[in-house]
């Protein structure tokens, strides 16, 4: 099979995903997406190139999403590669003692280099959340004694116990503060499954408790059901805690907040704060089922919504509106996303659009069965009972 014949095939197989039964091996699935992902954004060293921009960076995000969709594949080698790289480059060789930076690129003066040093704290949760799996399904101790010694951090730097609201996650180890007045957070950082995975893995910590106060956010937040991208939890003149349009980003929701359906619509329905998120974020349906396309910004305060929002966001919304018992919309969102990805590829010589694909591969993976999360968090892949029934060599 040539070359060029051989991508096209893995292009059309877009449009005919495998059924579940059919990505049944120890070896790396038969996930085109997956492939089409690794080929374009996944080096041999690794690193996970977003090429869009001048600095050509890498993020932690990007590394850690990187790694959850190697483990979907069954790709253990491309799963090492691309965590060895994160360590060696985004903290020090050492993450058990440094949290990951959350960008790396080229600076200024044509050198690679961290270009910022804080922290992300959702990809230090997907990291220790793939670490987690790929130690379970995998048996690495190592993976998983990796995730450990990166929760500690989390706990330690990324954690933080509210006055009038409990524990909630700071987007980061610097800079989200201001002590005793002002916390900014980034809702979109705590999918529930990831959260309940991390209660199993320590049922006296404060997981649990956070995932209920991420279900108390967004309820707080969401006055026509439309997640904000980032808001801010002030404590008032006359005690107690309110929350507000964030004084950096306001009151928009956009890029960052359309991530809150994807987690929404992948929560399982047996756990018991899935019915509360899905009302809290019900107000993208009618926005999407009247125009045909979700929208590129909404203004969470006054219900108002501008643009036209780009693939990624079909796809983030097929999970959701499934969920929803909107299977319609769910097919109408999850044909425009294949569509206009299949477009992108087109265009040679240039990089597709890294965050359009990424959302992809969660809600079109989550979507066509090649994952699935269990109510404890742990993941459902098709491939995991055939590797676990072979016999030990």
């Not at 003692?97 to 997907?126: C, F, H, M, Y």
């Amino acid at each position: 099979m040539n070359r060029i014949f051989s991508i096209w095939f893995v292009v059309l197989a877009l449009a005919m995903p495998l059924p579940a039964s059919a990505v049944a091996s120890c070896k790396t699935s038969d996930w085109p997406l997956w492939e089409l992902f690794k080929k374009h954004f996944v080096q041999d060293s690794g690193r996970v190139l977003d090429a869009s921009t001048k600095m050509q960076h890498s993020s932690s995000e990007g590394q850690s999403y990187g790694m959850f969709f190697a483990l979907v594949a069954g790709d253990e080698k491309a799963f090492d590669a691309i965590w060895r790289w994160a360590v060696d480059n985004l903290a020090g060789g050492d993450m058990a003692q440094r949290l990951p930076a959350w960008i790396w690129g080229v600076d200024d003066e044509k050198t690679w280099r961290v270009l910022d040093a804080n922290s992300a704290s959702d990809a230090d949760l997907w990291f220790a959340y793939a670490l987690l799996e790929a130690g379970r399904l995998w048996n690495r101790p190592d993976y998983t004694r990796s995730a450990h010694a990166l929760l500690r951090l989390v706990e330690t730097h990324e954690l933080l116990d509210i006055p009038g609201l409990g524990w909630m996650l700071l987007p980061g180890k610097e800079g989200f503060v201001t002590p005793g007045k002002e916390w900014r957070l980034n809702p979109s950082y705590l999918p529930i499954p990831l959260l309940r995975r991390l209660e199993l893995e320590y049922p006296s910590g404060p997981w649990k408790d956070l995932a209920g106060n991420t279900a108390k956010v967004l309820a707080r937040i969401t006055p026509y059901g439309l997640a904000p991208d980032w808001t801010a939890y002030r404590i008032q003149k006359t005690g107690g805690g309110a929350f507000a349009a964030d004084p950096v980003k306001g009151a928009t929701g956009s890029y960052d907040a359309i991530r809150n359906y994807l987690w929404a619509g992948m929560t399982p329905m047996s756990d018991p704060l899935f019915r509360a998120i899905m009302i809290s974020l019900d107000g993208m349906k009618p926005f999407t089922r009247d125009q045909g396309v979700p929208p590129e910004k909404v203004d969470t305060l006054t219900g108002q919504a501008a643009g036209e929002g780009p693939f990624g966001f079909s796809a983030a919304l097929v999970p959701y509106f499934k969920a929803a018992g909107e299977p319609a919309l769910a097919q109408l969102q999850k044909q425009r996303a294949e569509s206009m990805l299949r477009a992108s590829l087109n265009n040679t010589g240039a990089q597709p659009p890294y965050y359009d694909f990424v959302l992809s591969l969660f809600g079109m993976g989550w979507m066509d069965q090649y994952y699935d999360f269990r109510p404890d968090g742990t993941l459902s892949l098709p491939w995991e009972k055939a590797c676990l029934d072979i016999p030990a060599k």
